[in-house]
């Protein structure tokens, strides 16, 4: 079992819609990653966040480390927010697996 | 300017061949990574460095050897290559600290193949 678990793997959703991505990890961290990985291969990093919540955009992502769990929210989701979406934890840099998210126009 | 830079951004090879990849960044930054994503898209940590010293060095074969001449080069060595090697490789980098806790920033990979 992968230490850092994310869902769902998939992800369809038309324009509009409230997306939420979530990830779980079982280590002991002092903060989360969020990172985007476009269809075209480039990765940016999109959130760090050690407790409560961060907003940018028409993106929030939320961490309770307590129990060892973060949430990435997408307000308004855009075709342009089609891509996969990885959470990785701070210690050691340990990633989930990615979820692939498409919206439809 | 590129923030974060690596070269070649293809590498074609044969089984057996030494090659390297370089990674420069312009950030200014104490802390640069190397990652492998590999065929199914997982991403895993294979280095860190943090001002030129090793920070992290993952359970990777020792064909695999980072070499970081000055704080904005960390290129990543790989001896006697195997068809398993192929996979993209990221470079990244981050203001400091080995906690892993400031933004990092990502090169644009590099997509090796060992035929």
């Known amino acids: 079992k992968n230490e850092v678990e994310q869902s769902p793997q998939n992800l369809t959703a038309q324009e509009g819609e409230f997306i939420t991505i979530n990830c779980s990890y079982s280590?002991?961290?002092?903060?989360l990653h969020w990172l985007q990985q476009h269809p075209g291969g480039g990765i940016v990093s999109l959130f760090m966040?050690?407790?409560g919540k961060k907003k940018h955009g028409r993106l929030i992502a939320t961490i309770n480390i307590q129990e060892k769990h973060s949430s990435l929210h997408i307000t308004a989701s855009h075709p342009r927010d089609s891509a996969v979406y990885i959470c990785?934890?701070?210690?050691?840099?340990?990633f989930g697996a990615g979820t692939r998210l498409t919206v439809k126009p | 300017d590129t923030a974060v830079s690596q070269t070649p951004k293809y590498l074609v090879t044969q089984m057996g061949n030494d090659k390297s990849i370089k990674c420069e960044q312009n950030?200014?930054?104490?802390?640069m990574y190397w990652y492998k994503q590999d065929s199914k898209k997982f991403l895993k940590i294979m280095f860190s460095?943090?001002?030129?010293?090793?920070?992290i060095n993952e359970t990777v074969p020792n064909r695999f050897s980072p070499k970081s001449p000055d704080k904005a080069h960390l290129n990543l060595h790989i001896n006697s290559l195997e068809l398993g090697d192929s996979a993209v490789y990221f470079c990244?980098?981050?203001?400091?600290?080995?906690?892993?806790?400031?933004?990092?920033?990502f090169g644009p990979g590099t997509r090796l193949t060992v035929l």
């Open positions: 990244a980098s981050s203001q400091n600290s080995g906690a892993n806790t400031d933004t990092q920033y």
């Open positions: 280590v002991g961290i002092s903060a």
């Open positions: 966040l050690s407790s």
């Open positions: 990785a934890t701070n210690n050691d840099m340990r």
């Open positions: 950030l200014g930054h104490d802390t």
């Open positions: 460095y943090n001002n030129k010293e090793l920070i």
